[in-house]
Each structure stands twice: as structure tokens, then as C-alpha cells.
């Protein structure tokens, strides 16, 4: 059962990260057209393109038969954990640079061609560089065993959070606003950052 903890961690995190996210506001575009199980696929597609490979790099990271990379490697990860959560309670400096990914995230959104590929290039370049997609190479390094799991719990994540956003659309934008998610996922990030020190130095 020891396979449910990477699931789980990376599930939650990729689940709160994405509530009221922008990549939700592309999932709810194209619902009015599209089969919701068509837009999922790509969703989980998008998500083994993005989360996936971070995962995978992390994971070969963590295999490195070093005990000092690795004791510096968990350091690093459980500390950007902890400052992602601070960072998160920060007000968004960089909103030309966001403003700019959502712009050519909206025009990938409007090619007619090949749905399922037009949303999983949108999801993996929308998570690309983001602090989840950071977090799932630390989450890797971790975890080097266990990268299938992660990789599960990530895309799981992602699926089930766009689901909602496709049920749910409207009541979502209108009781969870973006500050308040980001505000939550940095709680997480934070309690997951503080768990994973105490294991380091235990």
C-alpha cells in the first residue's frame, strides 16, 4: 500500500494548484463544443507531456547513486516547497509574462483541427515552467521509485480538476476566485515542504 502516498501528494497537489488556474478557463472554452470526454483525453494527455516528463527528469535525478546529491537534491526540493507556498501569499509581479502565455494559450485553443492534440499542447505548455510543474521534478527526485504513481496521481489530478470545471463551470469562477486557490495551494506546498524536512532530518 506503500504506492498510495506518491498517488495521494501528487494528486493533491496537482488538484488544489488547478483549481480556479487559467487552464480551467480553457477547458470551460472549449466545452461549449466539444465532447467533455474528448477534452479530458487531451487534459490527460497534456498533463503526461508536462507532469510526466517533469516527473521522469526528477526521478532519474533521485536514481543517482549519491548519498550527498541526494541529501542536498531532498534539501532543495523540500525547501522550494516551502517558498512556492510563500510565494504564494505574494502578489503577482510578472503579469505581462502571464498575460502573454494566456494570450497564445487562447489562440492554441481556436485552431479547429485536432482537438484532443490542440488541448494537450495548450494544458502542457500552460503547465510548463509553472511552480506544479517545478514541484512535480521535486516530487520525482522524492520519490525516484515511485515515478508511475506520481505520474498517476498527477494526471489524475489534472483530469478530475478539469472535470469539475466542466460540470461546475460557472459556480466554480463565481465561489472560488484565483486568489484564494493560489492561497490554498500554498498552504499545501507549504505543509508538504515542512512533512518532508521532518522526514529528512528524523
Do not use: C, R, W
Not at 76 to 85: D, N
Not at 124 to 134: I, N, P, Q, S
Not at 149 to 163: C, H, P, Q, T
Amino acid at each position: 500500500m506503500s504506492f498510495l502516498y506518491p498517488i495521494f501528494i501528487a494528486f493533491l497537489l496537482v488538484f488544489i494548484s488547478e483549481l480556479g488556474d487559467k487552464t480551467q478557463l480553457l477547458v470551460l472554452s472549449f466545452s461549449s463544443k466539444l465532447k467533455a470526454s474528448t477534452i479530458l483525453i487531451g487534459v490527460a494527455l497534456g498533463s503526461f507531456l508536462s507532469h510526466g516528463i517533469a516527473i521522469l527528469f526528477g526521478s532519474s535525478i533521485g536514481l543517482l547513486e549519491n548519498e550527498f546529491l541526494h541529501n542536498i537534491l531532498h534539501f532543495m526540493t523540500y525547501f522550494s516547497f516551502i517558498l512556492f507556498g510563500i510565494l504564494s501569499f505574494l502578489p503577482e509581479k510578472d503579469k505581462a509574462q502571464n498575460d502573454k502565455k494566456d494570450n497564445f494559450l487562447m489562440k492554441l485553443s481556436k485552431i479547429g483541427i485536432g482537438y484532443i492534440f490542440i488541448i494537450a499542447a495548450s494544458i502542457a505548455v500552460g503547465e510548463l515552467g509553472d511552480k506544479t510543474f517545478l514541484a512535480s521534478i521535486g516530487l520525482g527526485i522524492s520519490y525516484p521509485h515511485s515515478k508511475l504513481f506520481l505520474i498517476i496521481g498527477a494526471i489524475l489530478g489534472m483530469v478530475i480538476s478539469d472535470m469539475l470545471a466542466i460540470l461546475f463551470g460557472k459556480f466554480l469562477s463565481s465561489k472560488i476566485s484565483e486568489n484564494l486557490m493560489q492561497k490554498l495551494s500554498g498552504v499545501l506546498f507549504i505543509v508538504f515542504g515542512v512533512i518532508g524536512f521532518i522526514k529528512f532530518i528524523i
